[in-house]
C-alpha cells in the first residue's frame, strides 16, 4: 500500500513571517485534525525554509525543496545543494517542475542528475513529467511523458524505487484553473505505472504518483479516488493554509466513505 503524499508548491510567494503564521496556522489544525495516513509537506521558498524548519521539526509535516543543484559544492553562483536541503531538514525536493524546463532550459539529463544527488544523501526526489496543450491536442501525450520519465529518473535499484516520487503534471493544467479530469489523469498516471514497470520492474508498484495542476478542493476526492494517484503537488490553492486544510479534510472523508 503506497501512503498518499501531499506536497504544497508555494513557488515565489511568501516572506518569513507569512511562512510562520501559515505553519503556525496548519500545525493548530492538524492538533485537532491529523493527516492519519496522509503525507504531507511544504515546499517553500529557500528563504522560508530554515523558518520552517523552526515550526515544524517534530511535527507531521515534512519540508521539501523547490530545486537543488546536482554538484555537491563549488563556484555555482545562486544554486544550491542537496546538503544544504539537508542541514535544513529537508526529506523532499521537487526536480523537473515545468516551470524550470521552460523557464530556466532544464532538460531530462538534469533532471536524473538532481535526482541521484538527492538520493545518495538520502532525500526523495519528486520528479515532474507533463505535456503542453499543443502535445495533447497532437495526440503526443504519452509519447512525450515517457520520454521525460525515461531520461528523468535516475539508475536505481528496486529497495531505493520506494524513495522517488513521479508527479504528472499536465502544463495545460498548471496556474490555469482547468484541471484534468480525474479519467484523463487516471490514464496517464496507469500509462506512467506502465513504463515504471518497463523500467524498473516490481520495484515500480513502490513509487508513488501524484497529480498536480489545478488540483483545490473540489478536485481532490474525485482525483484521489483513481487507483493510480497516490497524491498531489498542489500550487495556488496550498497558498492559503486553510485551503489546505479543507483539501486534506476532503480527502479524509474519501477515505472514510463506505
Not at 529557500?46 to 515550526?55: C, D, I, P, R, W
Not at 526529506?91 to 533532471?111: F, K, L, M, P
Not at 490555469?176 to 524498473?200: D, H, M, S, W, Y
Request: glycine share 8%; net charge negative.
Amino acid at each position: 500500500m503506497r501512503r498518499p503524499l501531499i506536497v504544497a508548491n508555494w513557488k515565489m510567494h511568501k516572506s518569513r513571517a507569512e511562512a510562520r503564521e501559515y505553519a503556525e496556522t496548519l500545525l493548530a489544525a492538524l492538533a485537532t485534525a491529523p493527516t492519519g495516513e496522509i503525507e504531507l509537506a511544504i515546499a517553500p521558498p529557500f528563504t522560508a525554509l530554515e523558518t520552517l524548519a523552526g515550526v515544524l521539526t517534530g511535527s507531521p509535516v515534512a519540508l521539501a525543496g523547490q530545486n537543488v543543484s546536482s554538484m555537491a559544492e563549488g563556484a555555482f553562483t545562486g544554486e544550491v545543494s542537496v546538503s544544504m536541503l539537508k542541514d535544513l531538514g529537508c526529506r523532499y525536493c521537487i526536480v523537473g517542475h515545468s516551470e524550470r524546463r521552460a523557464q530556466h532550459g532544464e532538460t531530462s539529463a538534469d533532471v536524473a542528475a538532481k535526482a541521484a544527488a538527492l538520493l545518495k544523501e538520502g532525500l526523495r526526489p519528486i520528479i515532474c513529467v507533463g505535456e503542453t496543450q499543443a502535445q495533447r491536442e497532437a495526440g503526443q501525450t504519452e509519447k512525450i511523458v515517457a520520454e521525460q520519465l525515461a531520461a528523468s529518473l535516475p539508475a536505481m535499484s528496486t529497495p531505493t524505487a520506494g524513495e522517488v516520487v513521479v508527479a504528472y503534471e499536465p502544463i495545460w493544467a498548471i496556474g490555469t484553473g482547468v484541471t484534468a479530469t480525474p479519467e484523463q489523469a487516471q490514464e496517464v498516471q496507469a500509462f506512467l505505472r506502465v513504463c515504471l514497470n518497463k523500467i524498473l520492474g516490481e520495484g515500480a508498484d513502490r513509487v508513488r504518483l501524484q497529480y498536480g495542476g489545478s488540483v483545490g478542493p473540489d478536485s481532490i476526492r474525485s482525483l484521489m479516488n483513481q487507483p493510480d494517484i497516490d497524491g498531489a503537488l498542489i500550487g495556488s490553492a496550498a497558498l492559503d493554509a486553510r485551503t489546505l486544510e479543507t483539501i486534506l479534510a476532503n480527502i479524509q472523508l474519501e477515505n472514510t466513505s463506505p
